[in-house]
Nanobody, 119 residues
């Protein structure tokens, strides 16, 4: 089974920074799109940032200019650098690896890492 493993979450004061990592093995990592999602208590899971296999990126409006998504194919890892954190960024952050080919969707999720931003 393929399970991305997130790390780097924790408690940080507003205005601080955290760097989340997502490591995965057992797949041809470089062809996958990496997504970071987050889910706050009582809310639906929402897409935060995406990086495709060719390196193109997209961000939710709420994090543009503060978060940066990156990947290192040599290390089979993805990253989410989070700066200028706000209390509303508090959530469980999930890494998702996705690849679609030959009418098959390859879709893998991590178990999440908690990010808590205090005032």
């Amino acid at each position: 089974q393929v399970h991305p493993v997130e790390s780097g979450g924790g408690l940080v004061q507003a205005g601080g920074s955290l760097r989340l990592s997502c490591a995965v093995s057992g797949i041809t990592f470089s062809i996958y799109t990496i997504n970071w999602y987050r889910q706050a208590p009582g809310e639906q899971r929402g897409l935060v940032a995406t990086i495709s296999s060719n390196g193109s990126t997209n961000y939710a409006d709420s994090v543009k200019g503060r978060f940066t998504i990156a990947r290192d194919n040599a290390k089979n890892s993805g990253y989410l650098q989070m700066n200028s954190l706000k209390p509303e960024d508090t959530a469980v952050y999930y890494c998702n690896e996705i690849y679609y080919a030959l009418r098959t969707n390859y879709d893998y999720w991590g178990h999440g890492t908690q990010v808590t931003v205090s005032t």
